[in-house]
């Protein structure tokens, strides 16, 4: 399929795999990190992004805590798949159309919906119309 005439194939990050990794991560990282003050041990860095989550799961499964350790490996998945959504946004770009002579900061979209109303004067009658465009 080729590109339409009047556009043209430009790449950029994708903003949605940016917006949901970064959300996706920084929730379970801080979760991870709050829930481990003070009961982690000591050589388990338990800040550390996605690893020291599954090393505080896998402590706290080899302890017989097995909620707690649920919520580690769980939650360490949960940060790779938010890095993973993160850095992919950047790494494989999407490719859009835009069209010649527009900004390249959006893709091309539709009229924005009008509503008017104008005075109507005649002999004998005033009122308003209105008009509208979807």
């Known amino acids: 399929m080729g590109i339409p005439e009047g556009y043209r194939v430009e790449t950029r990050f994708n903003r949605l795999r940016l ?8 929730l379970l990282w801080a979760g991870a990190v709050l829930a481990a003050v003070g009961t982690a ?31 580690g490996l769980i939650s360490g ?20 159309l835009v069209r010649e002579g527009k900004s390249s900061n959006r893709a091309p979209s539709a009229a924005a ?10 002999a004998g009658e005033v009122g308003l119309t209105s008009s509208y465009a979807f």
């Open 19 to 26: 917006i949901s990794g970064s959300i996706t991560f920084g």
């Open 77 to 96: 998945l949960g940060q790779a798949a938010g890095l993973g959504l993160f850095i992919s946004a950047f790494t494989v770009p999407d490719e859009i």
């Open 41 to 71: 041990p000591e050589g388990i860095a338990i800040g550390v992004p996605a690893a020291g989550a599954f090393g505080g799961g896998i402590y706290g499964m080899t302890r017989g805590e097995v909620a707690a350790g649920a919520f």
């Open 113 to 122: 919906p009008s509503f008017q109303v104008v005075p109507r004067f005649g």
